[in-house]
């Protein structure tokens, strides 16, 4: 199966639907998780590069090694595929 990713913050969702946020009507989302989509709306009305700058710390920290720069390098390569961020 295809990882997927939060297609707002790129974070990977997992195999279940656990991680997913909710649309207007209660459903879940396909593409959002739920700290950037909650009942039909972004949590967070932000640009991409806010969002980039939100995400280091979190990739930068815990098991991943990574250092900050390449945190927001690799960020800054991958969000632009990302749906929320695609068309603007
Ligand atoms: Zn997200």
């Given amino acids: ?3 997927k990713y939060c297609q707002s913050c790129g974070m990977p969702m997992g195999a279940t639907d ?3 946020g909710t649309n207007a009507d209660g459903s879940k989302s396909e593409d ?3 700290y950037c989509y909650d009942n ?3 949590t967070q009305n932000c640009t991409m590069d806010e969002m980039i700058e ?3 710390p979190h990739m930068a920290s815990g098991d991943s090694g990574m250092k900050e720069d390449e945190a927001r390098k690799m960020m800054k390569e991958f969000f632009p595929t990302l749906k929320r961020w695609k068309a603007a």
């Fill in 40 to 42: 039909g709306a972004f």
């Fill in 54 to 56: 939100i995400c280091v």
């Fill in 32 to 34: 959002y998780c739920k």
């Fill in 1 to 3: 199966m295809e990882e």
């Fill in 18 to 20: 656990e991680e997913y």
